[in-house]
């Protein structure tokens, strides 16, 4: 064989396989894309399948709505305000300290804020009026008529923390403004409280003409958050 002839099968060869690398190395680089594609694919799978479990397993709110009345051409009355605070219970005469805060004149009366300071460690409630009457006597005992409500003021639910005040507005009359005749009149020594919805009473000293006979003298409100002083 002629020199010339192997160094053109020489080349032929080298030829051929040259073409067998880069038929190699596409398919390699076709093998990469696909792993590329189909991790793609899955990732998108993934992330289609989480977002659907993930809407899929939300937690569900149960909300209890209370039903509403048809509304009416008519004002709807208000609804009576609760005397009491679930689980606080109302307070006792032995958690209060009763005593008198300002106290103003007026023609022919007298203006007296009665504070009601929770001296207990544990919270309660106040609500309504106090009851109220002139006392005095050994043993001592009430004189006259006890307060009438005053309903200027609507009611409301105070709650006491401990060492927290609530006040109410008594009105005592002058029993001089009456005849002696009609009113008896004699000297007290004491105002004789009942906390709202109590049954035992506590006295404060304070010394006051009274009425003996059936004279209105006393007018008392319902009891309010804060102190007499500060109202």
Avoid: W
Avoid at 148 to 161: I, N, Q, Y
């Amino acid at each position: 064989m002629t020199a010339p002839s192997r160094i053109a099968r020489r080349a032929t060869a080298r030829a051929g396989l040259a073409r067998a690398g880069l038929a190699r190395g596409g398919l390699a680089r076709a093998g990469l894309a696909g792993v590329g594609l189909a991790g793609v694919a899955a990732l998108v799978a993934a992330c289609g399948s989480a977002a659907g479990s993930s809407g899929a397993a939300q937690p569900t709110v149960t909300v209890t709505a209370t039903p509403t009345a048809a509304a009416s051409t008519a004002p709807a009355a208000a609804p009576a305000a609760a005397s009491t605070v679930a689980g606080v219970p109302a307070c006792p005469t032995r958690s209060l300290q009763v005593k008198l805060g300002v106290t103003q004149g007026a023609a022919g009366s007298v203006y007296t804020a009665l504070d009601f300071v929770n001296i207990s460690n544990v919270t309660c409630t106040l609500y309504g009026y106090p009851g109220v009457s002139l006392a005095g006597g050994k043993p001592v005992t009430q004189i006259g008529v006890a307060a009438v409500e005053d309903h200027a003021s609507a009611r409301e639910l105070v709650t006491l923390a401990p060492q927290a005040v609530a006040n109410a507005l008594l009105r005592i009359v002058e029993a001089g403004n009456y005849p002696a005749s009609k009113c008896g009149p004699v000297t007290a020594h004491y105002l004789q409280i009942f906390p709202p919805n109590q049954t035992t009473p506590t006295y404060l000293a304070d010394a006051a003409q009274a009425c003996a006979k059936a004279v209105p003298l006393l007018t008392i409100g319902p009891v309010r958050p804060g102190s007499g002083s500060s109202s």
